[in-house]
């Protein structure tokens, strides 16, 4: 039997990277050496998180509290919505050096370096670093959107991503620091303000918007975010950056031979709601445990390892998402049209909760469907999508809301190409 240097490497110390090493590492126990890579030998991130506080106490993560909210509050023109919850406001570096300490205690190595390459051997898989050169029997690829693999192999499929620049700004009063705010620019570009209260005097404060089909530069919005700060809190200091992406969408391939792709390289984050560090925290458990079984039972094919990478994509959950991430995409165009996303989740009442957390039932799906369907026209819709976008959710929603759904978009079709023609 030939030997590798490692069992697993793992690149990328981010979020999805640490809570894999930790986890992998517990599962397999003492004997394996797993190795993580990543540019910075003490992990940070320039993120701002949220979460609730159901899963921040089952993740042990109490002491990465910087401020518990009441709700999460949306504004669009004259409407707003109050979604009410247990929600906290993390200290990100704070939940990195954990998780960090915790792999360690395992006996998780690190090493500061950055992948560039990797491909399949005939005992496991070759990663090639800017430094060196490994083997190891797996490759779980952590390092996000911009992974050299994902480029090498083709394997985006589409991507949907939330690109976003800001800060941690302190001299400031916030009138309820109860509640994580989404305020609109009202922009040609549809953007958005999020802050997240730390205190009635300290936040982070940073602007968002959404692009198809592109991963976006963060820094395109730092002008934007420079003056919308400065508009809302003319007063305030900036104490630290903060930018970054939010990508989903679909991969053609989840894993290859002794390659699997974890977080935004295996495209995790839903496309309609932008919660990555969430998802992290709902699945990265499964997918150590299911991961470590591959390994003992040496079935590190890409056909056992694509089926563990994508074993918490629900179809139906992941259908719904591609609705509001498409709703989402073209409303940019019709910046008034927020209006009716803000007016779907009063639709909702309480039961909107459980669209950021990304948690549904069928039964919900169907009801979500059928109010957004009733309450955001198709004849709407069809002036703003391209056909292709159009018939993805005519499809879906047939599934979700019934044959009436296709009646109407025959007829709107048939009335709306009668008024291009006569144009």
Request: charged letters at 20%; proline letters at 4%; a positive charge.
């Amino acid at each position: 039997m030939v030997v590798t240097d490692f069992d697993i490497i793992i690149a990328g110390a981010g979020p999805a990277g640490l809570a894999v090493a930790k986890e992998v590492a517990k599962e397999l126990g003492k004997g394996h050496r797993i190795l993580v890579i990543d540019p910075k030998l003490k992990p940070e991130t320039t993120a701002a998180w949220y979460s609730y506080a159901d899963r921040i106490k089952a993740n042990g993560l109490g002491s990465c509290v910087l401020h518990r909210c009441k709700s999460l509050m949306y504004v669009a023109m004259d409407l707003t919505h109050e979604m009410k919850d247990l929600l906290v406001v993390l200290d990100a570096n704070k939940v990195l050096g954990l998780w960090q300490r915790q792999a360690k205690s395992c006996g998780v190595q690190f090493v500061q370096d950055t992948l560039r390459d990797a491909e399949q051997i005939a005992y496991g898989v070759s990663v090639k670093t800017a430094k060196s050169s490994y083997t190891a029997r797996l490759l779980i690829d952590c390092t996000g959107i911009t992974s050299p693999l994902l480029k090498k192999y083709n394997l985006v499929s589409h991507v949907n991503t939330w690109v976003l620049y800001g800060g941690v700004i302190t001299h400031i009063t916030i009138k309820d620091p109860s509640r994580i705010y989404f305020l609109p620019l009202n922009d040609t570009h549809n953007t958005y303000i999020g802050i997240y209260p730390h205190s009635a005097h300290k936040a982070d404060f940073y602007v968002f918007y959404n692009l198809n089909e592109s991963i976006g530069n963060p820094t395109d919005l730092k002008p934007l975010f420079e003056s919308s700060f400065k508009s809302h809190y003319p007063h305030a200091r900036i104490a630290a950056p903060l930018f970054g992406r939010i990508a989903g969408g679909e991969l053609n391939a989840y894993a290859l031979d002794n390659m699997v792709f974890f977080g935004q390289s295996g495209m995790m984050d839903p496309p309609g709601c932008g919660m990555g560090f969430n998802e992290i925290l709902l699945h990265h458990q499964a997918f150590a445990r299911n991961i470590a079984l591959c390994l003992k039972n040496n079935q590190l094919d890409a056909y056992a390892l694509d089926a563990v990478a994508t074993s918490f994509r629900d179809p139906a959950i992941f259908q719904f998402q591609q609705i509001i991430a498409k709703y989402t995409y073209y409303f940019i165009f019709s910046p008034t049209k927020w209006r009716g996303g803000v007016a779907w989740l009063n639709s909702l009442g309480k039961d909107s909760r459980h669209w950021m957390r990304n948690e549904f039932s069928i039964s919900w799906i169907k009801q979500a469907s059928l109010k957004l369907y009733n309450t955001i026209p198709l004849s709407e819709v069809i002036q703003l999508m391209p056909p292709k976008d159009y018939a993805y959710i005519i499809e879906h929603f047939l599934k979700f809301v019934g044959n009436a759904v296709v009646e109407e978009s025959e007829r709107i079709e048939k009335t709306y190409k009668k008024g291009l023609i006569g144009q």
